[in-house]
């Protein structure tokens, strides 16, 4: 639809009818609306992908901090518990990041919360790298969580709703690509900077891409599902109008997006629970949830250099080792959303989980060996098939199934669950890997690693429908009668 054409209204019966936008709804859209008003499907794509840098930010300072923590740690004298609260106290702003996020874009809208997330981002990665006093770094990172957490809600979120349906799948596991992509750059940088011990280089560093992301943000449309939420319905159309290939299928999805509302608004917590399908999708959310950080992968993206040291590596060796766990981290990605859809989740999910389960067991087992150059080898490659098989399996299924497994009139509130189970993990975890390694050795941690992700596989096995090839209604409909 061209600017300044009728446009449509959706009526309180849901038909779309022609008539002039009030003054009110022209000034409510030019509020929220860029300048241009030329879009097409091209948009959407650049949309998704400048969304996404939001992960890649989530990626690299989770990967980032192991190398770093290697030269903050004699800088400035830490204690165990102070290493894992360096790590911990990004993720506590993660989780009130979470929590706290979902009132934030609701009230401000999609694109203008990613923004304030980049203005965040931007400002706390350059005060993490330049403030000298470690409380006030502490503070920095706290701020840094903040927007982690709530770009881990809201760009998911952006993109689903900006996507059309027939790309939606893969434009929000962009998502999930630049994690791992975020992950693999900060190998890489880390093992740049640790000849100049450039721990403050390797944070700084995230305000790149955190600039990038922010200017790119300024150009795109709001979300068309969050405009109808506020009453907006006809800039809502007048987005679709312009990122839609036809007039009928912008017509169409308007209607859509108006009766979904409808459906949500008579939704309250309290009713989530009502439904037997509703409460087994949030079990299965949580319980892929606790698998996926229960399994150790954070642990160990979080404090894998400081692993490899223990077992007789040198900084520069086992930041570039490292590289290779998350070049296998990107690489099985990548792989893994290629299979989804081929294999099907429960064979990935449950079958990915017990080889995850089988290489913890391996590596504990390496660190029972007197360490050697052949056992350091071994111990890199079992951490890269652990890496590798995670991100292949439950790495990219997290997002996945708890999207699938809830009907649209609930996911909003139901996927909440799920979402704070893997935050507030990560954030237990993060505090406890040094002190259990003390009192447990390595080998008990990936071993205790171990028996979660069997026991993960083996709940996985007996409630985790097969999602593949079929609708949310056949879905909904199998949980509530109970079958797979």
Request: hydrophobic letters at 50%.
């Amino acid at each position: 639809m061209r600017a300044g054409s009728p446009r449509g209204h959706l009526h309180d019966d849901g038909v779309i009818g022609e008539h002039r936008m009030s003054t009110q709804t022209q000034q409510s859209e030019a509020a929220v609306q860029p300048v241009s008003s030329t879009y097409r499907g091209g948009i959407v794509v650049w949309a998704s992908i400048v969304a996404a840098l939001g992960g890649l930010l989530f990626g690299y300072d989770t990967g980032i901090v192991s190398a770093a923590l290697l030269y903050v740690t004699p800088e400035y004298h830490l204690s165990e518990f102070g290493q894992q609260a360096f790590v911990a106290v990004l993720l506590a702003g993660a989780v009130v990041g979470v929590i706290g996020g979902g009132p934030v874009v609701d009230r401000l809208g999609r694109r203008r919360t990613l923004i304030t997330v980049a203005v965040i981002y931007l400002v706390a990665a350059l005060g993490s790298s330049l403030l000298g006093w470690l409380p006030l770094i502490y503070a920095a990172r706290f701020f840094l969580g903040l927007s982690v957490g709530a770009s881990s809600l809201v760009v998911p979120m952006y993109i689903a709703e900006i996507a059309p349906a027939r790309i939606r799948g893969r434009l929000v596991s962009f998502n999930q690509l630049f994690v791992a992509l975020g992950i693999f750059v900060s190998y890489l940088v880390g093992y740049a900077f640790a000849p100049m011990h450039g721990w403050r280089w390797m944070i700084g560093l995230a305000a790149v891409p955190a600039a990038i992301m922010l200017v790119g943000l300024l150009p795109l449309p709001e979300s068309p599902r969050w405009l109808a939420a506020t009453q907006r319905v006809d800039a809502a159309r007048t987005v679709l109008g312009r990122i839609r290939r036809t007039e009928v299928e912008a017509d169409t999805e308007t209607n859509e997006i108006s009766l979904s509302l409808r459906q949500e608004k008579a939704v309250r917590f309290r009713d989530l629970f009502a439904s037997r399908g509703v409460r087994r999708g949030i079990v299965i959310g949580v319980v892929v949830a606790a698998t996926n950080q229960l399994a150790g992968v954070n642990a160990i993206l979080y404090y894998a250099p400081t692993m490899l040291k223990q077992a007789g590596f040198g900084d520069s060796s086992a930041i570039l080792s490292s590289v290779g766990i998350g070049g296998a981290f990107l690489l099985f990605t990548l792989i893994g959303l290629l299979l989804v859809d081929v294999l099907g989740r429960r064979p990935l999910l449950i079958g990915g989980t017990i080889i995850v389960a089988v290489a913890l067991s391996a590596i504990g087992a390496l660190y029972l060996v007197p360490q050697s150059t052949t056992t350091g080898g071994l111990l890199v490659v079992g951490l890269i098939v652990y890496e590798g098989v995670f991100a292949a399996s439950l790495g990219i299924a997290i997002w996945l199934v708890n999207s699938e497994v809830l009907p649209n009139r609930v996911r909003g509130k139901a996927q909440s669950f799920g979402t704070v189970t893997h935050w507030g993990l990560d954030l237990v975890i993060s505090l406890v890997v040094l002190t259990v390694i003390s009192s447990l050795s390595a080998t008990g941690l990936f071993w205790a690693f171990a028996v979660f992700a069997i026991a993960g596989a083996i709940v996985m096995w007996r409630i985790l429908p097969e999602t593949k090839g079929r609708t949310l209604e056949e879905i909904e409909t199998s949980l509530e009668h109970g079958a797979r």
